[in-house]
């Protein structure tokens, strides 16, 4: 039976900002576990799509900002809408999005593509929000690296729903009929100087119009 797992990733700038995708992320991202990736841009190395196909049988991938025909191929779109179970979801880097992250522009980018759940990347930081019956997820940057030019980076604050700046994060969603699961994997370090792990859970379910 093919995996329910959707893989959310993006903004890895290797070797540009980055060496790799952190030791303990590569262990829980094994081959044959995962039914779809989708990449949401800025991987800046050819080496890199390879890796993300060797993870799953289907792998979506959007064009970022800083990508080139070395790191992706020529015909690779700047959004994408792809059908998983009952839901649609719409992937996009999210440098076309002025201001960055703005969730009112996002909705509207939600409605032209018509998709239940927007992925979207390019502030380098996890965040997650539910508007008017539609799911917004940022997974953030899998290695951790920032984002030059982000206006949120000279505030470098948190608030809830969010992760901090410079955090390596990624998603895997979990599609149960017309509910998704998220979870959140953080790479955080502690007081101690210990990497560890954290896993978040957030639950979107689609609203679904009966007529009798």
């Known amino acids: 039976m093919a ?7 993006g903004d890895l700038f ?24 989708l990449c949401l841009g800025n991987l800046t190395s050819p080496f890199l799509h390879q890796y993300l196909h060797s993870l799953s049988p289907t792998l979506e991938t959007v064009r970022g900002d800083f990508d080139t025909s070395d790191s992706l191929p020529p015909n690779t779109p700047y959004q994408k809408v792809i059908t998983h179970g009952s839901l649609r979801i719409g992937i996009i880097h999210g440098h076309t999005v002025v201001p960055h992250g703005d ?11 018509d998709v239940d759940v927007l992925c979207w990347g390019g502030t380098c930081r996890f965040e997650a929000w539910e508007m008017e ?51 959140v994997y953080q790479l955080k370090t502690n007081q101690d100087g210990v990497e560890n792990v954290s896993v978040e859970k957030v639950t979107f379910s689609k609203n679904v119009n009966t007529t009798s």
């Open 103 to 113: 969730a009112d522009e996002l909705l509207i980018v939600a409605r032209q593509m």
């Open 14 to 37: 290797i070797p540009d900002r980055a060496i790799d995708i952190p030791a303990k992320f590569k262990k829980l991202l094994t081959p044959n576990k995962i039914g779809l990736t």
């Open 133 to 183: 019956g539609r799911f917004f997820v940022n997974p953030g940057s899998a290695t951790g690296a920032t984002s030059w030019g982000w206006d949120a980076l000279e505030e470098a604050g948190e608030t809830e729903g969010e992760g901090s700046v410079g955090t390596p994060s990624f998603v895997l969603m979990d599609v149960q009929g017309t509910t998704l699961v998220v979870y």
């Open 3 to 9: 995996s329910r797992l959707v893989l959310v990733l």
